[in-house]
Structures are given as structure tokens and as C-alpha cells.
């Protein structure tokens, strides 16, 4: 596991030390999910957690004295994303995943008989801004205990280093 995530979730560039140290505590985590599974699912939850974090140590968010609301991971994402700050192309595996998915169709295709059309690029970053912020919401206030796999975990973390990787780049 170590090697997997050494190679997929390292951070890079000038990253405040505080993020630094945070994420390195959420990949101890999932580390220890091999003795422990349940810390997978923490780790996934945590994954969400840093990205708002770095988000809010980025756009140098601090406490006012006004009682100003602080920024949500949702409006911290599209701030991002208007300042040119998150791309699609930051994210390396996205293209993976997407050969992945046409291939998979395709296979599917074959196997049915028929054709399906290939469903239309929606800019990763807009399906992240919509569908992240629920998805930290549904572990942060659970209906049911939820027990992810490592992989599902690891997926978190990947996501969380190309963030944060785009924020401070080289």
C-alpha cells in the first residue's frame, strides 16, 4: 500500500507546512486502515476535510471580527476554479479514468449487441464542485455506518494531492 501511495498522492511545490503535515496525517490513517479497516472510510472523510482546508489557506481565509460566514467547500471550489486555479488538466488520472469509462462502454456495447453514445464531457471540475461538497456532507453527517474499501479510500486521497497539487503548483 505505502508504494501505491507514495507514488499517487505526493504533494509538490511550496505547500504550507500545515497542509503538509495535515495530509500526511490522513495518509497515516489510511496506512493504518490495513490493521484497522474502518480508517479507510475516515481517511476518505479526512481527504474532503484537507481539500477545504488547503481551499481556505489558498484564498488566505481567516476569521473576521465582523462575524463573516466562513467560505464552504462548495464556494471555495467554483472561487477556485474562476481564479483559474483548478483546471481539469491539473488532474492527471482523469484522463485514465475517462479511457477507462469509453472502454468500459464500448465493452459493454459489444457484449449487448447495440451502440450507446458516448456520454458528453462535462468539465471534471464542475461535477466536483457539485458533487464533493455532498459528498464530505454525507460522511460528516452519516445516516449509517459506511465501511469503504481501500481503493474507494485511495481514490479520496489521489483527488485531495492533485487538489492541492494545482493550488500550489512548482
Known amino acids: ?3 501505491i501511495v507514495s507514488k499517487y498522492c ?3 511545490g511550496e505547500i504550507p507546512e500545515d497542509v503538509r503535515s495535515y495530509f500526511n496525517a490522513v495518509i497515516s490513517l489510511y496506512l493504518y486502515g490495513w490493521l484497522y479497516y474502518p480508517f479507510y472510510t ?3 472523510f479526512l481527504s474532503s476535510v484537507v481539500i477545504e482546508r488547503a481551499l ?3 484564498f488566505s481565509w481567516r476569521p ?3 462575524g463573516e460566514d466562513r467560505p464552504g467547500l462548495k464556494k471555495l471550489l467554483k472561487e477556485a476554479k474562476a481564479s483559474g486555479l483548478l483546471r481539469d ?3 492527471p488520472t482523469l484522463e485514465n479514468a475517462r479511457a477507462n469509462a469509453e472502454q468500459m462502454r464500448q465493452e459493454l456495447n459489444d457484449f449487448m449487441g447495440q451502440q450507446t453514445e458516448p456520454e458528453p464531457k462535462v468539465p471534471y471540475i464542475d461535477v466536483l464542485i457539485e458533487t464533493l ?3 464530505r456532507n454525507s460522511f460528516a453527517h452519516p445516516d449509517m455506518h459506511e465501511i469503504l474499501a481501500p481503493g474507494q479510500a485511495l ?3 489521489i483527488l485531495a494531492a492533485e487538489i492541492i497539487n494545482q493550488r500550489w503548483p512548482q
Request: charged share 35%; proline share 4%.
Open 1 to 3: 500500500q505505502y508504494e
Open 10 to 12: 505526493e504533494l509538490q
Open 42 to 44: 475516515l481517511a476518505n
Open 56 to 58: 481556505r489557506e489558498r
Open 64 to 66: 473576521s471580527r465582523t
Open 89 to 91: 488538466e491539473g488532474f
Open 133 to 135: 461538497p455532498k459528498i
Open 155 to 157: 481514490n479520496g486521497l
